[in-house]
């Protein structure tokens, strides 16, 4: 017997996972649409001019998709946070690698597609709905307002924005969501809370090290682009700009755009093998 | 089946085992007894691979159960004394959990359903406590796995339950189980356990098998000042005292788990004694 993975297995898992779970995943879902119409009914009500431009479309996808991502993943190995819970989900003959690729798939691989269909129902409701208003009452078509009925497609970018924008938004987007998955099996309470102070006190430690520490052994100067860079500031003879090689800048772009989540999955699979039920 | 060796294990602030040992044999069903806090459920989380020792090893059907390898999570199963069940019918139950136990049997299941009286209509949440606890039993004792640990089953359960609790647990023990139940109420376990293991402060204080005690020591009502005097263990009681003696003619009394559990716990070197001979 595969101790790692075994898809039958898995699939058993999985199966049993949904079948327990979804009940509150639906409930979820509807409650998402929910929030999207009273959002975009705010904004109706609100703004005088146009409310679902394509900006406010793509934020609000974006925004929401974040915000309820880490949330939803913040929960996914909620039944470790109890004892009698944890018993029940550490003792399923299912192997740390299968109950970790389930909380992926729910949390991050379905929840996406689930997310972003839900977005699509709404705001294609709300954005007809407000072209037919538009059409009888002549509201929100003024020129200025840059009125559009547009259903806006949130992978695509404008091409002023580049065109792989809305990926590195995805993957970071991915990225702090898989934070959140190893927040959920890191902490026993108030895992979204601890998390995000956890993420808070990362980020600002390596800003401190970045501006504090490392200027300590660098002649005066800054980075640029973000890292790639160090313009040493020289006032009488000219700066002077230190570029890391090409290959090593393309090596460390591509790890920190696509490694995060990876890292935090294997991060959350050795502290899900290693968690202990003390309660 | 079961070897646990040199185990220490600790909380944070409190060390529970310093070197404790004890095996565990197939084809029997063994009472895990002791005072509250003394370590009897840690002892199963240890042997469940939920909590991880500090230093000694722990052995369970071959495998490290810190490891939490399916192939040992599929012949072990844990009824713990606070146990969470999800939302759903038995049957889904059934259908969703059972095909990860490979030694699962749907007919046993339902025969211990129906000795429990449980009904089948309500989902698992609309149960009370004792009727998901009895479905939870139901379902660990039909997964036949060859290590059964219990942690206080019987906590939760009305009079009826209790006995029809007896009842299926003395049905289901064959020569490939090991189970271990843990409690505190020693009357419950009465004619049930054949082994029993007190722990007191982290340390086995007593680990007998029930014919070796009931061998070796009497247990019955005394009227006999003489001999209630120089009872190992002896209780006053309504009518007569209830006293632990030497077994000096080989005829076998009925065990009173109370009063024996009592008797090492307070007077422990008068029973050892009888055992060290």
Known sequence: MNSFFDFNRWVLYTSKHWNENKKKYLLSLGAIGGLLILWYSFLILITRDNPMGENI?????????NLIGCLFASLMFADLNEGASAIHFLMLPASAFEKLLTGILFSLVLFFVSYTLVYYVVDYAIVKWISTIAAETGHYTKADYGFTSKVVNVFVAPPDMGENLYLYIMLACIGVQSMYLLGSVYFVKYNFIKTMVSVLVIFLAFVFFVHKVISLFMPYGAFFEPFSVYRVFNGDKGDLAIRLPEWLNSICLFLFKYSLAPVMWVATYFRLKEKEVNA | MIQIQNLHFGYRRKKVFTGLNLQLQPGHIYGLLGKNGTG???????????LFPDEGSVNVLGFAPEKRQPAFLQDIFMVPEEFFLPDIPIEHLVKYHAPFYPKFNDDQFNRYITEFDIPRSNTLQKMSYGQKKKVLISFGLACNTSVLLMDEPTNGLDIMSKSQFRKVMAGCIDETKCIVISTHQVKDLENLIDRITIIDE?????????????????????????????????EASLRGSAVITRNVTGEESKLDLELLYKAIILNGNAIHSVFNA
């Open chain 2, 202 to 234: 982290g340390k086995i204080l007593f680990d007998q098998t029930v014919e070796n005690i009931t061998r070796k020591l009497s247990f019955h009502i005394s009227f006999d000042n003489e001999e209630i005097k120089q009872a190992l263990h002896r």
């Open chain 2, 40 to 50: 009897k459920s840690t002892l199963l989380k240890n042997m469940a691979g939920l």
């Open chain 1, 57 to 65: 479309q793509m934020v609000t996808y974006y925004v929401g998709f």
